[in-house]
Nanobody, 126 residues
Framework: QVLLVESGGGLVQPGGSLRLSCVLS????????MGWFRQAPGKEREFVAA????????KYEESVKGRSTISRDNSKNTMYLQMNGLKAEDTAVYYC???????????????????WGQGTQVTVSS
């Protein structure tokens, strides 16, 4: 079955950077559009960024646009999220997700994703 494993989270000071990674196993990586979502304590899960199977289409949530870059390396079955200029409000558990139904779009709706990772904690604090 499809398995998604995130890594790269941690504690970072405001203004700092992190690169999250998500490795997919159990299926052909290029069959999937991929996305990042996050959930802060007491809040609903929200969309962060997404990209199509070939990386040509991307989409970002407004608050991270210009500070974050989503990418993928299909030879390594891995998706990345580079986050710069981190703010306290970026603190959340970050989840990667895989969409096999519409891999040619960068989907921003969580309902489009059929597979989810376990999450990695990102904490932005001084």
């Amino acid at each position: 079955q499809v398995l998604l494993v995130e890594s790269g989270g941690g504690l970072v000071q405001p203004g700092g950077s992190l690169r999250l990674s998500c490795v997919l196993s159990g299926d052909i990586f290029t069959h999937f559009g991929m996305g990042w979502f996050r959930q802060a304590p007491g809040k609903e899960r929200e969309f962060v960024a997404a990209l199509s199977w070939d990386g040509r289409r991307t989409k970002y949530e407004e608050s991270v646009k210009g500070r974050s870059t989503i990418s993928r390396d299909n030879s390594k079955n891995t998706m990345y999220l580079q986050m710069n200029g981190l703010k306290a409000e970026d603190t959340a558990v970050y989840y990667c997700a895989a969409d096999k139904v519409t891999p040619y779009v960068a989907a921003n709706e969580s309902s489009w994703y059929g597979y989810w990772g376990q999450g990695t904690q990102v904490t932005v604090s001084s």
